[in-house]
């Protein structure tokens, strides 16, 4: 895999942003990927106040997410984007390291 950082989208750094505005409580969004999924891997998209040492820290105008360090292997070269549309709106990876996914597209496979 390449170590290309990870990149958030102007639509998904406005969306975080406004989550973050909405909700005192929370810091960032964090983006991890995780075992499971109908694909063998799945992305997962939490509010947190924590930000670990070894986190990656992307700051975008006032969004802000973070990445843990396995899953930045998974991520490297990926965009985090945000949708909208009649089908409802929802946060996506757009990940060239994934070689397979899912119909949902939050679950995928890498060689």
Known sequence: MTQTS????????ARVAEILADDP?????RVEVLAGGCSGLQYK???????NPDDLVLET??????VDP????????AE???????MG?????????????CGCGTS???D
């Open 6 to 13: 990870f990149s958030i989208s102007p639509a998904a750094a």
């Open 25 to 29: 409580s929370a810091r960032a969004l």
């Open 45 to 51: 998209f939490d509010l947190t106040a924590t930000q």
């Open 61 to 66: 105008g006032k969004a802000t997410v973070y």
């Open 70 to 77: 396995v899953s930045q292997d998974f991520l490297a070269g």
């Open 80 to 86: 985090l984007d945000f949708k909208d549309s009649l």
């Open 89 to 101: 709106a929802h946060f996506l990876v757009k990940n060239p390291n994934a070689t397979a996914s």
């Open 108 to 110: 995928f496979s890498v």
